[in-house]
């Protein structure tokens, strides 16, 4: 008799209410934890990728120097072609649609820390000398009306006479975008610069470098850019008021972050550590 009723009890075929309840907070808990952990997984990837990217990119532009005995011709002048710095078009970033970046990882600007200038008016005009005779004979001037940031240096501006067989003539001026602010001059050149005899200009490694296809093989951007913001790196060199070549003395992303300090926002992004900035 007792088999037959435990028989005829009803089937048990599903999770109670209250089983559903726990098992939905054990999830949500678990994503607490998780999805946080995705998005320092992303910055540390672009960190990575930032770090490494500019070490290659200043590696690539020396062995050039060193094949060619001259730097690459035809670098973004980070200037539209009202001579102005080609700055954000606005002070939020949210809404900003070109330009160098309006914002910064260490809470500097890059474009607070570039002037833009004309080296004609130093002390000594052999700094023009020292910047054209390194292997600068044009650069390309930013259009503010092209929609995206990353393609706007398409102005061509010769820097010697007859760049490029243009048939220009030589200009009794450059001008160039100059690292004035001390952040960046700090990183930089930690040894600071010679007063009157030193100046540090910075130019965009962009598509249109001769670099291209002989020791670089395109022209990077930082991960994820969508063109708002100028997102190329930069390369940084110092001019002599001797007039001796250029150098090389480093590069950073379009925020300004050298390698060092993508390599220290790289560490410090790890799910150990604390992360800044």
Do not use: C
């Amino acid at each position: 008799m007792s088999a037959t009723i435990a028989s005829r009890r009803p089937v048990r075929a599903g999770f109670t209410l209250i089983e559903l309840v726990v098992v939905l907070i054990i999830i949500a808990t678990i994503a607490g934890f998780v999805i946080p952990q995705i998005g320092m997984i992303s910055r540390t990837s672009d960190m990575a990728a930032t770090a490494k990217t500019q070490s290659d990119l200043s590696s690539n532009i020396q062995l050039f120097f060193t094949l060619q005995k001259r730097y690459p011709q035809g670098f973004d002048s980070l200037l539209d072609t009202g001579g102005a710095l080609y700055s954000a078009d606005t002070t939020n970033a949210d809404t900003q649609t070109r330009g160098l970046p309006y914002s910064g990882a260490d809470g500097t600007l890059l474009q607070a820390q570039l002037t833009a200038t004309n080296l004609t008016n130093a002390t000594n005009a052999e700094y023009m000398r020292s910047f054209t005779r390194s292997g600068f004979d044009w650069v390309y001037d930013h259009d503010t009306a092209v929609i995206n940031s990353n393609n706007s240096a398409n102005t061509f501006r010769g820097l010697i006479a007859d760049a490029n067989g243009t048939g220009n003539t030589a200009p009794t001026s450059i001008n160039i975008a100059e690292v004035t602010g001390t952040a960046l001059l700090a990183k930089l050149v930690p040894q600071g610069l010679q007063a009157n005899r030193e100046r540090i200009v910075a130019v965009g490694i962009g598509p249109k470098n001769s670099a291209i296809s002989k020791t670089l093989t395109n022209s990077p951007t930082y991960p994820g850019a969508d063109g708002k913001y100028y997102a190329r790196y930069i390369a940084y060199f110092k001019v002599y008021a001797t007039g001796e070549r250029a150098t090389l003395v480093g590069t950073s992303d379009s925020y300004g972050r050298t390698p060092d300090y993508s390599q220290q926002q790289f560490n410090e992004s790890l799910p150990d550590g604390g992360r800044q900035g």
